[in-house]
Every structure is written in structure tokens, then in C-alpha cells.
């Protein structure tokens, strides 16, 4: 299952982030974890606060994980978990040019009986020259946050007016939020990546059609 941890930073120690990479590679060389993959590190615009994506196959090995690994840090000031289900992966139409296009996170709060359907539209969403969905999920985190996107626009102004006038009129569609990622690393290779992308896809994607960096999630 895919997994977001929301790392809080603490005032002052904006160089987790910086830190954190290298001990997730440590831990990743040391082969020590066989039930949780680490797969990206990625922090939002307005805030220092770090998300780490991972994948967990045993719900069990969760918590050590985190208490052995993350939560023993300086700087961390506390620690939640989103969890992603039935992601989508989506194929990046050609109409999208790769290199000129920025990537936010947006989530959806939505009525309980159109949640469904929200998901089903967005799943079948067609991309234009401002913006396309690259990555989809349910997270049924909360009250305000059923549904997590990621969407590729040329800027917050074109994000912003997508989100307006394409998700927020979706019947159903109760709020939404959204954010710029402004940096990220990843801890697997691209061809971990690509495979693990393909995993949760019928249609594959070869090496030259997929972006490793347009899928990033952060919150």
C-alpha cells in the first residue's frame, strides 16, 4: 500500500530534509527492509514540512519503522500517515511538453455518496495544454481530504484556474486544496520506479513515455 508520511519539521532545522535522504539510502543498502519500500522524498512550497513516500506490504513493520527510523531524528516534530488507495498512474499525453511543467498536489473533500463517481470523472479526465492528472488515490483521510491528485500545469495561475473551473464544479466535489512541490528526491532508481508505476497499470509504459518526476505527491 502506498503511504505518505507527513513528516512536521521543527523550527529551525529545515536541513531534515537534507539529512534524511542519506540515511533512507543507508537503510535502503542495508536490505534490512523487506516489507516497506522507500520511494521519494518531496517537499511543498509554503512549508518546510517533508512528505515521504513509501510502499508498505506488511502493516505490521509500519510503526518500528517509523519509530526507529524517523521519529528518533532531530527535527522531526511529529509524524502522520496518508495512506493512497487504488492509485492510478496516468500516461502523459504528447500535448504536455516534458521540462516546462510544474507539479501540484491537490485534494478533494467530497460528499460521501458522490465519492465514487468524483473518482470515476477524474479517472477519464482529458488533458489539455494547461494542466493534466498525472496521479490519482483515495485516501479517506479525515473530513476534508477523500481524494488526492497530482497535476502537472505550467504554473500556479493555470493550476489554480484548472482547479476552478474543472474539479471544484464537479457535482460532489465539496472543497479543495492545493499546493506547488518545490523539490524531491528519489531514493529508488528510475527503473524501480518505472516498474513500480507499471505494476498498478494494465497498459505498461516502456522507458522512453515515462517521467520519473511526474507522479511526485506531497502534502
Known amino acids: 500500500m502506498m503511504t505518505i508520511l507527513m513528516i ?10 537534507e539529512r534524511l535522504h542519506p540515511k533512507l539510502n543507508e537503510i ?22 517533508i512528505s515521504l513516500m513509501i510502499d508498505v506490504k506488511d502493516p505490521e ?17 511529529d509524524l502522520r500517515t496518508i495512506h493512497l488507495f487504488n492509485p492510478n498512474f496516468f500516461k ?22 458522490k465519492t465514487k463517481s468524483v473518482f470515476s470523472y477524474l479517472q477519464k479526465f482529458a488533458a489539455t495544454e ?8 483515495y485516501t479517506f483521510y479525515a473530513y476534508d481530504n477523500d481524494i ?11 493550476a489554480g484556474k484548472f482547479v476552478e473551473e ?9 472543497d479543495t486544496l492545493i499546493w506547488q512541490t518545490k523539490k524531491w528526491e528519489f531514493i529508488i532508481s528510475k527503473s524501480e520506479w518505472l516498474s ?22 506531497a502534502c
Request: charge should be negative.
Open 8 to 17: 512536521d519539521v521543527e523550527a529551525g532545522k529545515e536541513d531534515l530534509f
Open 61 to 77: 513493520t509500519l510503526p518500528p519503522f517509523v519509530i526507529d527510523n524517523i521519529l528518533e531524528m532531530d527535527g522531526v516534530w
Open 130 to 137: 494547461e494542466a493534466a492528472i498525472s496521479f490519482l488515490a
Open 92 to 113: 502523459i499525453p504528447n500535448i504536455i511538453e516534458k521540462g516546462k511543467y510544474e507539479r501540484f498536489t491537490v485534494t478533494l473533500d467530497v460528499k460521501s455518496n
Open 148 to 158: 488526492i491528485l497530482t497535476l502537472l500545469a505550467k504554473d500556479i495561475v493555470h
Open 196 to 217: 513500480y508505476v507499471n505494476y498498478y497499470r494494465e497498459e505498461k509504459l516502456s522507458d522512453d513515455e515515462f517521467w520519473d518526476d511526474t507522479y511526485i505527491c
Open 166 to 174: 474543472k474539479i471544484r464544479p464537479i457535482d460532489g466535489v465539496i
Open 28 to 49: 535502503k543498502l542495508s536490505k534490512k527492509l523487506h516489507e516497506i519500500q522507500v520511494l521519494y522524498l518531496a517537499r511543498c512550497y509554503t512549508h518546510e514540512d
